[in-house]
């Protein structure tokens, strides 16, 4: 079965700094896709960042970069500069094939300081 | 174009009655995904539907819950004789032909049973 971890359940950053949240994720597939989605307290569902596992190169969206280790199945998600918009609910997430449901982690909280 | 549309935003049913939620997904979208958070949880996938049809039900309760996707209108989620335990956000996600791993999500129901 699918299953993905997020082993931080919360995080902090200082304000301009940068942070790193984990994901590891479990599969037998050869091609699939993984997700970093942002659920700010309104709830909304925000993609942040996505990485097709047959690409070697890590995506990057201006921010928000991403470590991807097919060997390793770990796909972190670094923020630099981070913001005090950043603060939300990270949610790592991977579909395994097309048109098939995605299989979310449990998110890690991160918490922004001025 | 625009985006997944959830109504209502908010429901509040006591114990026992009938819960309907809605989703109209983007233009052209004809998958429908179903998901259910529970407080402090991340998303769990409920059901997969294409028109008229569904697809994957893996997610969702035995008893209470149906959903459907009719060929006119949008996707209904019908959740009968609600329990406490069944208070939770929902999202809809649609997904284009031409989209094999994405999802767009709506904004979600917040259910809340008194």
């Known amino acids: 079965a699918q299953t993905v971890t997020q082993s931080q359940p919360e995080m902090s950053v200082q304000e301009a700094e940068t942070v790193t949240l984990s994901c590891t994720y479990d599969?037998?597939?050869?091609?699939?896709?993984l997700f970093w989605y942002k659920q700010p307290p309104s709830r909304q569902m925000i993609l942040v960042i996505r990485q097709e596992a047959y690409k070697q190169q890590n995506a990057t969206e201006n921010r928000f970069s991403v470590n991807f280790q097919k060997a390793a199945k770990s796909f972190s998600l670094k923020i630099s500069d981070s913001q005090l918009g950043d603060a939300a609910m990270y949610f790592c997430a991977q579909v395994k094939t097309s048109y098939d449901k995605v299989i979310f982690g449990p998110g890690t909280s991160l918490s922004v300081i001025p | 174009n625009a985006g997944v549309m959830q109504n209502p935003r908010h429901l509040v049913r006591r114990r026992g009655q009938e819960a309907r939620l809605r989703c109209s997904p983007m233009k052209g979208h004809s998958h429908v995904y179903w998901y259910r958070q529970l407080p402090e949880e991340g998303l769990k996938f409920m059901v997969y539907?294409?028109?008229?049809?569904?697809?994957?039900e893996s997610g969702m309760p035995k008893e209470r819950f149906s959903a459907e996707f009719p060929k006119e209108g949008p996707s209904i989620l019908r959740i009968q004789q609600v329990v406490r335990g069944d208070s939770a956000a929902y999202f809809c996600a649609s997904q284009g032909t031409g989209d094999k791993y994405e999802q767009y999500f709506g904004p979600g129901t917040r259910l809340t049973v008194t």
């Open positions: 599969t037998s597939e050869s091609d699939y896709y």
């Open positions: 539907l294409q028109k008229e049809n569904i697809i994957d």
